[in-house]
């Protein structure tokens, strides 16, 4: 199986901040990775899909970027809204399998 | 985008099973996948299995093989999954989630509200 890591798995910022989360896969993945977001009691939304292509509806202060087995998530100027958990996925091969999270707090 | 509706949430004994099930909102699954995904108390996000309703195609987590079972009915376009066996460790709410790609792993794009499943004696 491919083992996704994530860093860091929680961070505190604040309003207007720029937020970068890093994600690794144990082995190529090529660009086959999504990004979701979770909030407390609610399913995950999907964010970012083929690494860096943005999911209807999403802002575009969210981007995705790297591929093979280095992967960042950005947020530019955080917003209220997105104080949550985000996870990374891969789904370059079976089981599919996620990051452990990371936590963005005040 | 379709909408997918689970079943209320449950609470077994251990050594039992339970059947959640997830109803597209379309009335029918128009030619994509459904993925279950668990998450424990305060844990992240565990891939269990995916279906393709159109064919019944099953692809299974090592660790779920043999213990859970996925089904669907195109007719009232509602998947199912089944978990037998149940443990304390199995405490979860379990998600079913579409997942646009019929032939190998895709993403998921759209999540039910998800079910809280305990095991409690």
């Known amino acids: 199986d491919i083992q996704m890591t994530q860093s860091p798995s929680s961070l505190s910022a604040s309003v207007g901040d720029r937020v970068t989360i890093t994600c690794r896969a144990s082995q190529s993945i090529d660009i086959w990775l999504a990004w979701y977001q979770q909030k407390p009691g609610i399913a995950p939304k999907l964010l970012i899909y083929k690494a860096s292509s943005l999911e209807s509806g999403v802002p575009s202060r969210f981007s995705g970027s790297g591929s093979a087995t280095e992967f960042t998530l950005t947020i530019t100027s955080l917003q209220p809204d997105d104080f949550a958990t985000y996870y990374c996925?891969?789904?370059?091969?079976?089981?599919?399998?996620f990051g452990p999270g990371t936590k963005v707090e005040i | 985008q379709e909408q997918l509706v689970q079943s209320g949430a449950e609470v077994k004994k251990p050594g039992s099973s339970v059947k959640v099930s997830c109803k597209a909102s379309g009335g029918a699954f128009s030619n994509y996948g459904v993925s279950w995904v668990r998450q424990a108390p305060g844990q992240g996000l565990e891939w269990m299995g995916k279906?393709?309703?159109?064919?019944?195609?099953?692809k299974y987590a090592q660790k779920f093989q043999g213990r859970a079972m996925m089904t669907a009915d195109e007719s009232t376009g509602t998947a199912y999954m089944v978990l037998s066996s149940l443990r304390s460790e199995d405490t979860a709410v379990y998600f079913c989630?579409?997942?646009?790609?019929?032939?190998?792993?895709?993403?998921?794009?759209?999540w039910g509200q998800g079910t809280l499943v305990t095991v409690s004696s």
């Open positions: 279906i393709i309703p159109i064919s019944g195609t099953t």
């Open positions: 989630a579409r997942d646009p790609v019929t032939v190998g792993p895709g993403i998921l794009d759209s």
């Open positions: 996925q891969q789904y370059d091969s079976y089981p599919l399998t």
